[in-house]
């Protein structure tokens, strides 16, 4: 390469993160072939957009071996660094010991003689440069941590969250908690300036109460999302003015994984795996337990019949306060074998608020039949209605757990007798729980459901409470 062409080489990998990626894939990995394909730009162009101070959260979702650990984690600090030599950045993983294989691919770029040539500036410092430390010698930083480790006295202008929990541990709620609370309590209050940092969380799906799951529901990101196959229709931007449409069905890399090949991974892993950790959705797209096209749909409620009975369906949180905890009423219309579900109220009510509420939900819908769970709140709930005489509810003592209580309903469901409306203002939070179930964060309008459905075609007599 004559001194020209290695002149402009250099301009390009100091301007253009992906080009860097693909040198710095030959550094790291010289036994492997670099396939590039446009999911690369898509990623580098988001990380740039971080760098320049566009974007302050990011989410990147995409399928395993598709290089984002040394797009994000080695490639994207070291070109920053390169930059900046005083920026400070934290790299998170799983294990200590994909942390430091992180940041020995990292020094292995840094030390290149191609990455001194383009950024002469950048140093690593003789005296800081350790397995899981390397500092510049203008005192910028990449730190490498594990998901637990400490942080203390440290912090950054960057972190970087690649694949915070092995695959094998996601159904662990003791270990999506960790993970969450480490998050919340160490990492997060590692930024310098929480208002102008930026943090990028970089991962495959591997629960809806994931990081990612997490992260979402406390402040707005950008969410670049790269399933294995497209579902829906994506305009995915990979630079200035530059998009890359994918159609429902694209493959994202067919180079690097064909449709027969994700077939066969589909097959070992199993379809829940394969939507969560592939699609980056961890719920198949028709349902988990119960499927979306098992349900009938109404435009209008239908008039109500002679015989006809409004019916509803109290699950009752234990504690206000609990995060996780909602009140949830379903209001059901029983036509025949049918059952068309009219209304959903869900939310977090101290316990006087859920009496009133129980109250009104009844009067708003002239219910004949309600339902409440005889457990924690909802026992001292049934308690004082019936003290107070307004309405008598019907006492349910469920037998069996959640997903066996919903299991024995789902042939109600698959059979069509289930209808709901085609527009509700509650219809696509409904529609998420139900289908992610048993994998959801929550369960309380399931739960409502399978009481409801459980109760209907019992033989016993039934009480009018108003």
């Known amino acids: 390469m004559s001194d020209l062409d290695r ?4 301009i390009v ?3 253009d993160l992906a080009s860097f990626i693909q040198r710095s894939f030959q550094t790291v990995a010289p036994a492997q072939v670099y396939r590039h394909n446009w999911h690369i730009e898509a990623i580098a162009w988001h990380l740039e957009r971080c760098l320049a101070g566009d ?3 990011l989410i990147i979702t995409v399928p395993p071996r598709h290089l984002k650990s040394i797009c994000a984690s080695v490639a994207f600090p070291a070109w920053a660094l390169g930059r900046d030599p005083a920026l400070r950045v934290i790299a998170a993983s799983y294990s200590v010991g994909l942390a430091r294989k992180h940041a020995l691919d990292y020094r292995a770029v840094a030390e290149a003689d191609w990455y001194r040539r383009t950024f002469p500036r950048t140093r690593i410092h003789p005296d800081k440069n350790t397995e899981l430390e390397v500092m510049t010698t203008h005192q910028g930083f990449r730190l490498a941590t594990s998901v637990g ?5 440290r912090g950054g202008n960057f972190i970087l969250i690649d694949d915070p929990m092995k695959p094998e541990e996601a159904m662990s709620e003791t270990s999506r908690e960790a993970v969450k609370r480490w998050y919340d309590g160490t990492l997060y209050s590692r930024l310098d300036n929480k208002a102008e940092d930026s943090i990028v969380i970089i991962m495959q799906r591997l629960h809806v109460d994931d990081l990612v799951g997490h992260v979402l529901e406390q402040e707005p990101w950008v969410h670049l999302d790269l399933p294995a196959v497209a579902e829906t229709p994506q305009n995915v931007q990979v630079g200035p003015d530059r998009y890359i449409h994918r159609a429902p069905g694209d493959l994202l890399h067919p180079e690097r994984e ?3 090949a994700l077939d066969a991974i ?4 199993g379809s829940y795996n394969f939507s969560a950790q592939y699609q980056q959705r961890p719920v198949p797209a028709g349902g988990a337990l119960i ?3 098992w349900f009938g749909k109404y435009r209008e409620p239908p008039a109500r019949g002679r015989n006809d009975r409004v019916i509803q369906s109290w699950d009752t949180a234990s504690k206000a306060e609990e995060i996780n905890d909602y ?3 379903t209001t059901w219309q029983e036509c025949g074998s049918s059952y068309h579900l009219i209304d959903v109220f869900r939310a977090r009510l101290e316990y006087p608020d859920l009496k009133r509420r129980v109250l009104a939900e009844a009067e708003r819908h002239h219910a004949q039949v309600v339902l409440i769970e005889d457990k924690s709140s909802g026992t001292h709930l049934i308690q004082d209605l019936r003290q107070e005489g307004m309405i008598r509810p019907i006492a349910i003592h469920p037998a069996g757990d959640k997903i066996t209580r919903m299991s024995a309903q789902s042939a109600k469901i698959e059979a069509g007798n289930v209808l709901l409306p085609e527009q509700a203002s509650w219809l696509q939070d409904f529609q998420t729980e139900i289908l992610q179930f048993p994998y959801s964060r929550h369960d309380d309008q399931v739960d409502s459901v399978s009481q409801f459905l459980s109760w209907i075609t019992r033989p016993s007599p039934v009480p009018m409470v108003w």
Do not use: M, Q, Y
């Not at 480790?149 to 006295?153: E, F, N, R």
């Open 7 to 10: 002149h402009d080489l250099e």
């Open 291 to 293: 499927k979306w096209r």
């Open 327 to 329: 009140s949830v009423c």
């Open 258 to 260: 064909s449709k027969t």
């Open 266 to 269: 589909k097959a070992t892993l």
């Open 149 to 153: 480790g400490t942080l203390t006295g």
């Open 55 to 57: 974007i302050k959260r």
């Open 13 to 15: 990998l100091r301007h």
